[in-house]
């Protein structure tokens, strides 16, 4: 149980264009789900907390027009780069409060982000 | 001050040995706690949990808590060549609507030497 799922696990693109990246709790349902960026040799950054139905909380420094979340069911929370710049990249990982114990947190595998 | 602090290391154990990784926070009023490994490039794996005072074991994991003293341990045991990755020791916020926000630590690198 608690399985989480990111898409894509890597992605290239050129400086400018805009990414997506989805985050799927795979067998429970997810009211709560979390985005983290992670760059060489540091730890997880909390950027946003995302509330099926609701906008995102962003943390401070965090631009929201340029990391646009949607989490519009109990399963899925998208995370769009928009005009991704070569210092968008990173290590992006989604995670998903469970749903017996909401003090924890599940993991997905991760989306590393290259910007050319 | 950091939120939550851990020895970057390298730790480095031989195999069999017991691994003692240690982690301290700074908010009074946390209330869970976390330890995630993680694997070079990968993401972040739950290993345990602790809310209360004490220890809790679970194989060959051995969460420790005290929170007078703002500290929460994870001793691993018969260390295997496998352990070796980065423990992340993470800590819930103890301000009301936090929205169990988890506060990572930097991490402590293991290798478990044979």
């Known amino acids: 149980g608690a399985v989480v799922s990111q898409h894509p696990s890597w992605v290239i693109c050129k400086s400018g264009t805009s990414v997506k990246i989805e985050c799927r709790s795979l067998d429970f349902q997810a009211t709560t789900m979390f985005w983290y960026r992670q760059f060489p040799k540091q730890s997880l950054m909390l950027m946003a907390t995302?509330?099926?139905?609701?906008?995102?909380?962003?943390e401070q420094g965090v631009e929201k027009d340029k990391f646009l979340i949607n989490h519009a069911s109990l399963t899925l929370s998208t995370l769009t780069v928009t005009s991704a710049h070569p210092e968008d990249s990173s290590f992006y990982i989604c995670s998903a409060r469970g749903d017996r114990d909401f003090n924890e947190q599940f993991f997905g595998p991760g989306t590393r982000l290259t910007v050319l | 001050q950091k939120e939550v602090e851990q020895n970057s290391g390298p730790l480095s154990v031989p195999e069999g040995a017991i691994a003692s990784l240690n982690c301290t926070y700074s908010?009074?009023?946390?209330?869970?706690f976390f330890w995630y490994r993680q694997y070079s490039g990968k993401s972040p794996e739950l290993i345990m949990s602790i809310y209360s005072n004490g220890d809790k074991e679970d194989g060959r994991f051995t969460a420790q808590l005290n929170k007078a003293s703002q500290y929460v341990s994870l001793l691993i045991r018969d260390s295997q060549p496998s352990d070796s990755a980065t423990y992340l020791c993470?800590?819930?916020?103890?301000?009301?609507?936090?929205?169990?926000?988890?506060?990572f630590g930097t991490g402590t690198q293991l290798k478990v030497e044979l």
């Open positions: 993470a800590v819930t916020s103890g301000l009301t609507g936090g929205g169990n926000k988890l506060t």
């Open positions: 908010d009074r009023g946390s209330q869970s």
């Open positions: 995302s509330n099926e139905g609701s906008k995102a909380t962003y």
